[in-house]
């Protein structure tokens, strides 16, 4: 996956500007950056789910500049994306969320269909929780089902978008560790976009910062470490100040208070 | 200062007619879409029939037994009207004219809007919140097709049924008061029913109004869904919406059906 000076506004808010980066086959690319920087709506061009206004971004070697619908669904045949909080169906056991992309998008037997569902449950260990509803899960299993769901059809481009929120460090484990598994085995290209700093320079192979729709800073995890830039340090280190500084722009506080 | 205020009403309402129109726009292309890609899941009609379990199986206990009371009500107010004029014998016309016309239609089609049409709009609201409809699209599934569309048809089928089923046992209520407890003749009663009621006229015409109302209600209902905004308040809101407008739509819908239906 290729991005080369992405623009993109809602409006006359402008979200990205200018982005460029590179998710060479089989690695695992972190994007990080603070809120409202702009790393959902990233994600969400990557998906085709937005069109950036101008640049370049290429998926599985495919322009997604001006894609069809069809054309733009043949792609994400190939692509997945795990939710924040899972998105399972609700409506469906966890058997049939994993087996829903096999049943749309394949004509497989059932009983191939079964073996599958059980193979990926397997690998994210959740096989004996086939049978139950998502509301009978915990938060970090339903994520742990949805990566299952998400990796049914072996897609060549995985994408996570907060992978860790809300989890309990066992959990957080388990997840970045199926993430770097999962990767591996497929051969994959994986983004993750997190905000989880420590987990992530354990877990991924390089790193962009966003900050302010651009990126600020990138590279490997010891590169990362060893930086001395200050907004790298601040991220990393979770300084409550420094250039994102701690006070809301204001006036100057003493004449917020002696002044009239 | 009160041009001013003039000026803003009148802004006010003419902002309210074209958001109006532009929804309006928005639900025909919504419908549209709808129908250019129900062919999938007429071709699966498994989902349309697990929609039907939903929508009208489930919605059988309230509109049978709204249908025996109001087949009730219609049996002791008919009788009291037409024994004035020595009429009781037509009873059973009276109530089943009445019941296949218009408020068996009618009223099944209210009942089905606040019990079924609520419940398809909170699901597919709730589906958008969520983000299951989200994780659909990016999984190269179209939720129009595979989530909007078997709930759309699966009301459209079942309110002719669910309408022929309240008619039915309001026809059972009037015979239980008008025949049983009050003690009109039996015969009488049935012996009118069949002369009176025109199957074209008054049967055919009360399905084909019961599968408008089904129509125009599935569509309220999966169009505030999917058009919800994704929180709990913007759920809450498309719900009552989808009461509101499909209650009145069945109304309207009934004056100008009624009218070209049965002016004589």
Known sequence: MRLRDLCFSYGDRE????????????????????????????????????????????????????????????LRRR??????????????????????????????????????????????????????????????????????????????????????TGLDPISL???????????????????????????????????????????????????????????????????????????????????????? | MMLEGITAVFGGIGRGVVDAVWRLGFAARFLGMLLWLSGSCLRRFNLVMREIYFSGVL???????????????????????????????????????????????????????????SAITAEIGLMKATEQLDAMDMMAVDPIARVVAPRFWGGVISMPLLAAMFSALGVLGGYIVGVVMIGTDPGSFWSQMQANVDFRQDIVNGVIKSAVFGLAVSWVAVFEGYDAEPTAEGVSRATTRTVVISSLAILGLDFILTSLMFRG
Request: aromatic share 8%.
């Open chain 1, 173 to 260: 484990g388990v997840i970045g560790q199926l993430i770097r598994r999962l990767n591996d085995a497929l051969g994959a290209s994986s983004i993750v976009v997190t905000h989880d700093v420590q987990e992530s320079l354990e877990l991924v192979d390089y790193i962009y910062f966003l900050s302010e729709g651009k990126v600020v800073a990138q590279g490997t995890p010891e590169e990362i470490r060893a930086s001395k830039d200050p907004w790298v340090h601040q991220f990393v280190w979770g300084e409550s100040d420094g250039p994102v500084p701690f006070h809301y722009p204001a006036v100057p506080y003493e004449e917020a208070l002696l002044g009239d």
């Open chain 2, 59 to 117: 919605s059988l206990i309230i509109i049978l037994v709204s249908g025996l009371f109001v087949g009730m009500v219609l049996g002791i107010q008919g009788y009291e009207i037409l024994v004035r004029y020595g009429s009781e014998s037509a009873l059973g016309a009276m109530v089943a004219l009445s019941l296949v016309r218009e408020l068996g239609p009618v009223l099944a089609g209210l009942l089905f809007a606040s019990r079924a049409g």
């Open chain 1, 79 to 164: 692509m997945s994306l795990l939710f924040q909080f899972g998105a399972l169906f609700t409506d469906m056991s966890v058997f049939d969320n994993v087996a829903f992309l096999m049943r749309e998008h394949t004509d497989l037997p059932e009983s191939i269909i079964r073996d599958l569902v059980l193979m990926k449950l397997q690998a994210v260990g959740l096989r004996g929780t086939a049978a139950m509803m998502p509301k009978q899960l915990s938060g970090g299993m339903a994520r742990r089902v949805a990566l299952a769901r998400a990796i049914a059809l072996d897609p060549q481009l995985m994408m996570y978008d907060e992978p860790f």
């Open chain 1, 15 to 74: 979200v990205l500007r200018g982005v460029s980066l590179d998710v060479p086959r089989g690695k695992l690319v972190a994007i990080m950056g603070g809120s409202g920087s702009g790393k959902t709506t990233l994600m969400r061009l990557i998906g085709g789910q937005l069109q950036a206004q101008s640049g370049e971004l290429t998926v599985c070697g495919r322009n997604l500049h001006g894609i069809g619908r069809e054309e733009l669904y043949t």
